[in-house]
């Protein structure tokens, strides 16, 4: 991720920047560095959220600062999911130091690379393997004592009315008819039933290729914070149907037995056959869909972001490939095809 420049006004980065001067030199101690300015930070990346991070690099040690300002944000899922995937096999960031009421962590640096700079044709197969693997050992985690979330039918139906209240009122500028609403309720109706009878299991709910370090062990695993407890094929689905990169079809289904039969394997609840399973994924795949188009408008007309709203075409083709081999979705197919502004963004 490219560095980006730091305003030397930015009173948030100046009350972080002091109290990692207070944290480091117990952490330099324990991993055996000298160095104690603080004031070498470089600016990470930051993203769709208010959170940012910072980079502090003192010879081979590195350390991210992230600076998660609350009320918007919350750090204590992500410290509450680093501890628990990390104790169940996961590569995940350490946390050296806490501030959880002023939104200030201390992390060890997973690398520089995510999966989105490196993927390609020809490695896909090769890291998509190793991606499958740290995803089964994710599901296997038991989720009885970790007091996570539900992915419930509140928070599924919470989601999908993004779709109709920021991209097709706001970003389409129009209002649902009497017909649309009928439409759109038999379609959560369908998509809410299905995630809801699917096996429950840890879901990471943004497992994709931006989310996934090159690093040692392959792949580190990030912005897990929002971790539930969910439909199996979730992040599967968001696997191969990311925001920013596509694959053709083929592949994506070779991927999907490939995690379909090594899952089963190694006990994880699936269906019995190949069929079942890809249902699933396309049903789940389609609440996702939709959901991220209407996160992706959100952050343009609320936040002033425009730039996610070139990939929701991408989107509008995930959803067209499921609609036309699940008949289970024709009243999705009606919604959408009574949209002529949809997918030319």
Not at 230 to 248: C, E, M, N, Q, R
Request: glycine fraction near 4%; charge should be negative; aromatic fraction near 10%.
């Amino acid at each position: 991720m490219p560095n980006q420049c730091i305003n030397d006004d930015d009173s948030r980065l100046n009350e972080l920047t002091q109290w990692f001067a207070e944290q480091l030199p117990a952490i330099a101690q324990e991993l055996g560095c000298t160095e104690t300015n603080v004031h070498n930070l470089q600016s990470a990346s930051s993203d769709a959220s208010f959170r940012r991070y910072f980079r502090w690099h003192c010879g081979t040690v590195d350390l991210v600062l992230m600076d998660a300002p609350p009320p918007q944000e919350d750090c204590r899922p992500f410290v509450k999911m680093a501890h628990l995937l990390a104790q169940g096999g996961l590569h995940v960031p350490k946390v050296w130091a806490q501030d959880l009421q002023r939104g200030f962590l201390v992390l060890s640096d997973l690398g520089q690379h995510t999966w989105l700079d490196i993927l390609n044709p020809d490695n896909a197969d090769e890291l998509f393997a190793l991606a499958i693997d740290a995803l089964i050992t994710l599901q296997k985690i038991p989720t009885v004592d970790a007091q996570l979330p539900a992915y419930d039918e509140a928070l599924l139906r919470r989601e999908l009315q993004l779709f109709p209240e920021w991209y097709v009122q706001h970003e389409l500028g129009i209002s649902l008819s009497e017909q649309q609403e009928y439409l759109w309720q038999q379609a959560c109706d369908v998509l809410v039933a299905n995630a809801l009878k699917q096996p429950q299991v840890l879901v990471h709910r943004d497992y994709m290729p931006r989310n996934l370090m090159l690093s040692e062990p392959n792949p580190g695993v990030l912005d897990f914070q929002d971790a539930v407890r969910g439909p199996v094929t979730y992040d599967i689905t968001s696997l191969f149907k990311d925001a920013f990169i596509s694959w053709p079809e083929s592949r994506v289904e070779g991927w999907l037995q490939q995690y379909w039969k090594k899952a089963r394997t190694e006990g994880i609840d699936l269906p019995e056959t190949f069929a079942e399973f890809e249902y699933d994924c396309d049903l789940m795949g389609a609440q996702r869909h939709l959901k991220v188009i209407g996160i992706f408008s959100r952050i343009c007309h609320r936040d002033g972001k425009p730039r996610y709203l070139a990939d929701v075409p991408r989107f509008f083709n995930y959803l067209q490939q499921v609609i036309e081999r699940q008949p289970a979705l024709a009243p999705l197919a009606q919604l959408l095809a009574s949209f002529p502004e949809a997918r030319s963004i």
